[in-house]
């Protein structure tokens, strides 16, 4: 099993969320995050006086699958969240030693 985080934009969510639907991907978890990489964040105009924004607002995908899932999700994730611009984002997958279903007490691949 692994675990895809993708940080993306928050507008590409829900192409993100229906491009890991149609691979056949039926569980993710969202949460919204703030950070920067290379984009550095930028400066706006408030009342007059100039603040440095660092950490843009963006969202964090998480979604555990089986080995074989692995590729077409990180595919479809790329193809959805793309705009060619700074800031698309990152996808990191890491291993999963063990995943278990409260309800059911099911438990590895059975569990997602």
């Not at 991907?25 to 100039?50: C, D, M, N, P, W």
């Not at 193809?79 to 995943?99: H, L, S, Y």
């Amino acid at each position: 099993m692994k675990k895809i985080e993708a940080i993306i934009k928050p507008f590409k969510l829900d192409e993100v969320k229906e491009a890991l639907q149609e691979i056949g991907i039926q569980g993710l978890s969202v949460t919204e995050v703030k950070g920067f990489g290379r984009q550095k964040g930028h400066t706006e105009l408030y009342r007059g006086a100039e603040y440095v924004v660092d950490f843009l607002p963006k969202v964090k995908v998480e979604v555990v699958l089986t080995e074989d899932m692995v590729e077409p999700a990180i595919d479809a994730i790329v193809q959805a969240a793309k705009t060619d611009k700074i800031g698309d984002g990152k996808i990191f997958v890491t291993p999963v030693e063990q995943a278990i279903r409260i309800r059911t007490g099911e438990s590895g691949d059975d569990a997602i």
